[in-house]
């Protein structure tokens, strides 16, 4: 299961870059790599795993802005085309983070 976090934060002050970069470095510290620019995904081995980090993204969601939260499957993520121009490129998959039970 695969977790893509979308996110549009305003960046107009001062303050409003650094709520951005909260943002982001708690993304990051979950685990998610960069997509693309505002998009973030993180692999989770099951449904429940992934509900709690869908449950930390939520507690560290910004005063303004939209996020937007998307779950897919192996299977659905292994079938993105990914384009750069017109020419197709190899999908490069984030760094797994292995866990221990």
Not at 72 to 98: H, W, Y
Request: glycine share 4%.
């Amino acid at each position: 299961m695969w977790i893509l976090v979308f996110f549009d934060l305003p960046t107009d002050t001062k303050r409003d870059r650094k709520v951005y970069a909260e943002f982001r470095k708690r993304l990051m510290n979950d685990g998610f790599s960069m997509f693309q620019f505002s998009i973030y995904l993180r692999h989770c081995p099951s449904v429940e795993n992934a509900q709690v980090h869908i449950k930390r993204v939520k507690n560290s969601l910004p005063e303004h802005g939209s996020v937007g939260i998307l779950c897919i499957t192996d299977k659905q993520f292994g079938q993105m085309e990914l384009f750069r121009c017109n020419k197709s490129v190899a999908m490069n998959m984030p760094v797994q983070q292995l866990e221990l039970f």
